[in-house]
Nanobody, 122 residues
Framework: QVQLQESGPGLVKPSQTLSLTCTVS??????????WSWIRQPPGKGLEWMGA???????YYSPSLKSRTSISRDTSKNQFTLQLSSVTPEDTAVYYC??????????????WGQGTQVTVSS
């Protein structure tokens, strides 16, 4: 049973960097052929895929967030992290980490963290 859990501060000031960590248990983040993703949901809006880090360490980002987003990992701790710089109140959302499996042209998210609320406010 794979479990993911987000952690990090719930309040960030505008212009600062949002940092979150996803801790994975029950499976390795280096196992073929999974991707480890960050997804967010602003209030009243839909889910937005932010980016992912693959089992190989390669990273992928949403074009709209690429300039501000960095995803990294610590394989010794089985963790991956999200950093979103220069945040504004529009970055307020529930942030999720999830495991993604790409099956040719079809993808699915089979395991999710519970989500963590992050509010950007002064």
């Amino acid at each position: 049973q794979v479990q993911l859990q987000e952690s990090g501060p719930g309040l960030v000031k505008p212009s600062q960097t949002l940092s979150l960590t996803c801790t994975v248990s029950g499976g390795s983040i280096t196992t073929n052929y999974y991707y480890w993703s960050w997804i967010r949901q602003p209030p009243g809006k839909g889910l937005e895929w932010m980016g992912a880090i693959a089992y190989s360490g390669s990273t992928y980002y949403s074009p709209s967030l690429k300039s501000r987003t960095s995803i990294s990992r610590d394989t010794s701790k089985n963790q991956f992290t999200l950093q979103l710089s220069s945040v504004t109140p529009e970055d307020t959302a529930v942030y999720y980490c999830a495991r993604e499996l790409l099956l040719g042209t079809i993808y699915e998210y089979d395991y999710w963290g519970q989500g963590t609320q992050v509010t950007v406010s002064s």
